[in-house]
């Protein structure tokens, strides 16, 4: 099976996020009031062959863990969603 | 035989040249390693230059750490041969799990460039055997992602074990207890923010970095 994996990396509860902070400060001048809680992270996409779902999962979470985040400072949310049973 | 220093160059290193510079003014050997080399060539140490490896896409280091002259760089920290990271060679040893923490985006989000004075805070590695802890040493930095961080008990362990080597005297960056460089438990692997290459003469506005070079070089000799 074919999946679009769509992996989230934010940084972690506790790690400053000085993008986040001053896009928050930003707004007011901008003349947006009640924003609050501005954080910044990446989006990265790709498909993904696999046999199912939970293998695929598994090969995901795996490259999040060893490469597309650094666990240090970063956690990732991974979303899968099947787009062929099989590649063409 | 001369001491001979590798220093490692990636795509987007911009600091190997001021690095065998300075090895050569103070009468090593050095050679230049590209990412894609599988050993280090006739190395009694190594230093992984500054700049922009792979881009600093992903992460800065991330893409590096994967690069086949890694593994031999893990196998020569492995085996207690001298490793200095000087900046994004800092970013790149802590990626590879070779120094503990991670480096992010500068407080405040400025890139910072200038003269830094950085306290010595152990004299106990392959960098600092030459010079005297409590020195302050006027060091160049010229970064956007060298603010360390780590877990509380990393930091814990990295002072109860006296791996803290440098502090700066004012914090530019953010760094979690003011830290600029750090050792491994062995000793022999050290990552820095600063670039001691660009203060070895006195064109340069500061002589300072020679006592670390030096260090590394006599560090060499001895492995």
């Known amino acids: 099976m074919i999946f679009e994996a769509v992996v989230e990396v934010r940084l972690r509860a ?59 400072i970063e956690d990732s949310e991974i979303s899968l969603t099947a787009v062929a049973t099989s590649p063409n | 035989m001369s001491t001979n220093i590798a220093v490692i160059r990636f795509p987007g290193t911009n600091c190997e040249f001021d690095v065998l510079e300075v090895v050569q003014q103070l009468g090593a050997q050095a050679h230049i390693v590209f990412h894609d080399e599988p050993g280090l060539g006739n190395a009694d140490a190594v230093v992984i230059a500054g700049g922009f490896a792979h881009g600093d896409y992903l992460r800065p280091g991330a893409i590096a750490r ?41 407080a405040g989000l400025k890139f910072r460039c200038g003269p830094t004075d950085l306290r ?10 030459a010079v005297a802890t409590g020195d302050v040493l006027s060091i160049p930095i010229n970064h956007f992602e060298g603010n360390y961080t780590c877990s509380a008990e990393t930091l814990a362990e990295l002072q109860s074990e006296d791996r803290v080597l440098f502090r700066y005297v004012n914090n530019p960056n953010g760094s979690v207890d003011d830290i600029a460089g750090i050792c491994n438990q062995g000793r022999n692997v050290v990552g820095l923010m600063p670039h001691p290459e660009r203060a070895c003469h006195e064109l340069l506005g500061s002589t300072d970095g020679v006592g670390l070079m030096q260090s590394l070089l006599d560090s060499a000799s001895r492995s």
Do not use: W, Y
Not at chain 1, 14 to 43: C, H, M, N, W, Y
Not at chain 2, 67 to 78: K, L
């Open chain 2, 120 to 129: 010595v805070e152990s004299s106990d590695s392959v960098l600092t055997r």
């Open chain 2, 66 to 106: 994967f690069s086949p002259v890694m593994t031999a760089v893990s196998e020569f920290a492995a085996s207690g041969g001298p490793v200095v990271g000087i900046c994004n060679g800092f970013q790149v040893l802590t990626e590879a799990h070779l120094l503990p923490g991670a480096l992010q985006k500068n």
């Open chain 1, 14 to 72: 506790g790690i400053a996020d000085p993008q986040g902070a001053t896009i928050e400060r930003a707004l007011p001048a901008l003349g947006f009031e009640g924003v609050d809680g501005v954080t910044v992270g990446k989006s990265i996409r790709f498909t993904v062959q696999a046999d199912d779902e939970s293998a695929a999962t598994a090969l995901v979470t795996d490259l999040c863990h060893r490469f597309l985040t650094n666990p240090v």
